[in-house]
């Protein structure tokens, strides 16, 4: 792939901001963005990194109506040493192409998925932040932009590549948040699109949000979609029960739940921890059960966005069910910090998940 590269003007640079407290999640957009364009005869063509500006969208645009549309989410880090590490980003690339399956959407090379980031992030190395907690939050998408408002897929498609300098997640530190228990609305069902990373999952989680925060709660514990029995999520990450201090249960991946990045790797750092972890099926009753008896003495969410975050209650059939004392226990804390510690170079990889930011080859760049 060569990129055409359109110089951005020293006035159109916007100001860093150094004060890392003030950045929050995703507020503020770097100075350049990836496009690439798809159509039928051609494939994928025409990649460019241009000034990061407002898309033309034809008002009948597909997407608009239908919601033909996916992304990626992933970070760079900048450790003590300089230099800006990904956290696994092969992970995205395929998971990207499973989410273009489940929506009717053209593949992206995975190569290409990972050149068109390396090759941003390198234009914009100056807005990776560089203490530690914060990053650069990279948010590859891809969208329907036939002009059309028949029920079909799409036959032309915009991929686009946006990045965003991002502080710690949690600004008063790792506080334990409260999960209001759905059992009436639900995120996602078998046989639909929760497995798939599209806003449409996130536009569907919108109403209970909002039920939960109503009730003093800060995200949704989701309950799967035909029974409303078995633990699915939480808010939009994954989730993780601790059991007697050493063993880990998540959800199984059933069609429903996203195959979580960060699940993943707490699944492989579980062992190396010296944690026995296990994927299967959880029901609320076990959940409600285990709090009660004490077996289970941490719940944490894992994301990309805020890595580990631990729950500190529930409230279930307007029961409140407290978690470790609303403390952040010694799992949820080790996993935080080794997490952490890999990302930002300051723990040995043994996993190979890391990968250095290089200089962009020749080849790829045309200025
Ligand atoms: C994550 O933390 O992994 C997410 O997907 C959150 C994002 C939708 C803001």
Redesign the pocket.
Known sequence: MKIAVHPVSDSELKPLITDTSKLG??KFFTDRMFTMDYNEEEGWTNPQIGPFRPFEVDPSSLVLHYAQEIFE?LKAFKGKDGAVRFFRPEMNAKRFNRSADRLCMPHFLENDFLESIYALVNLEKRWVPDSKGAALYIRPFMFATDKALGVRASSTYVYCVILSPVGPYYQEGFSPVSLFVSDELTRAAKGGLGEA?TGAN?AASLLAGRIARKKGCAQVLWLDGAEHRYIEEVG??NIFFVFNGNQLVTPQLNGSI?A???RDSVLRLASMLGLRAEERKISIDEVIGGITTGSITEIFGT????SISPVGSLQFKENDYIVNNRNVGPVSQQLFDTLRGIQYGEIEDPFGWVVPLQEPQEKVLSL
């Open positions: 999640f995703c989410g990373k996130y939009a990450m996203l979580g990045v960060t994301g990309t966005a805020a």
